[in-house]
Antibody, heavy 119, light 107 residues
């Protein structure tokens, strides 16, 4: 059974940092692109970042570029999101998601971890 | 960025009703469209990919159609477990963008 389990969320002050983790199991992690998608309270889904299967290529939404870093450890079957210079508008539930078909869908999602940026 | 719009923003329906949700892209996206279902406090669940392909394990009452800029998600006979918010998503052009969602609630 495919499982994605996020951790690392919490309350952080503006300007602070957090590192999110996503532990994957039930599939060959090193064969899949992985993504982070966030959802502000009561709002819709917003793509944040992606990383290819071997970690050699990454992309970011403009809103987080230069502040967030996605990475992965295929030996540990874990995806990461290092978030620096956090702002109030980064407050959201952060989901990790597995890249699905070649049509760019996300076929499995974690349960999400809440990041709250507030003083 | 490609803008995705959905209509209606919410719909009230009864069990057994046929429900249709429309998604429109600001420019052509071929068939690079997916639909997700999200229940409160839960992660999104993939229903449809490539505009019309049913994800494994998803009931056949869900169907998708369309290409280019206009797409629809149809629930042929609404069941109690289908009350949720539905999102479309395009992946034809970077960055991936989602529609604002359509909430299906009980009439």
């Amino acid at each position: 059974e495919v499982q994605l389990v996020e951790s690392g969320g919490g309350l952080v002050q503006p300007g602070g940092s957090l590192r999110l983790s996503c532990a994957a199991s039930g599939f060959t992690f090193s064969s899949y692109w992985m993504h982070w998608v966030r959802q502000a309270p009561g709002k819709g889904l917003v793509w944040v970042s992606r990383i290819n299967s071997d970690g050699s290529s990454t992309s970011y939404a403009d809103s987080v570029k230069g502040r967030f870093t996605i990475s992965r450890d295929n030996a540990k079957n874990t995806l990461y999101l290092q978030m620096n210079s956090l702002r109030a508008e980064d407050t959201a539930v952060y989901y990790c998601a597995r890249g699905g078909t070649l049509y760019g869908d996300y076929d499995y999602w974690g349960q999400g971890t809440l990041v709250t940026v507030s003083s | 960025d490609i803008q995705m719009t959905q209509s209606p923003s919410s719909v009230s329906a009864s069990v057994g009703d046929r429900v249709t949700i429309t998604c429109r892209a600001s420019q052509g996206i071929s068939s690079w469209l997916a639909w997700y279902q999200q229940k409160p406090g839960k992660a999104p669940k993939l229903l449809i990919y490539a505009a019309s392909s049913l994800q494994s394990g998803v009931p056949s009452r869900f169907s998708g159609s369309g290409s280019g800029t206009d797409f629809t998600l149809t629930i042929s006979s609404l069941q109690p477990e289908d009350f949720a918010t539905y999102y479309c998503q395009q992946a034809n052009s970077f960055p991936v963008t989602f529609g604002p969602g359509t909430k299906v609630d009980i009439k």
